[in-house]
């Protein structure tokens, strides 16, 4: 299991749209998403949107403080949006863990 702290500026995402398939590739790195990967966001301070795309739409639940998110292993591709004035404090915890490579 892993854990961290996620400090996102107005209108940035932690991690831009993703899956968690076997891999995911953006300029200088790329990460292995090992089978059964499961991860969770816990929102400490701010506001945002959770955005997922289904079916060709990309649909949205706005989230805020004390809100939690869990993304269950095989999830949609997604992404978590700031839109709040002040940085969004984000804690994320994954299980198992990832093993990133360049």
Sequence with gaps: MGMG??????????????THDDSDKSGSYEIH????FEEAYFVVQGEGVLQWKAEGKVYEEKVGTWDTV???PGV?????LNTS?????VVYAFAPPIKPTK
């Design 5 to 18: 702290v996620l400090y996102v500026d107005r209108g940035n995402s932690p991690h831009r749209w993703h």
């Design 33 to 36: 998403y090992p089978a059964g």
């Design 70 to 72: 869990y993304f269950p």
């Design 76 to 80: 949609v591709e997604s992404q978590l």
């Design 85 to 89: 004035d002040t940085p969004m404090i």
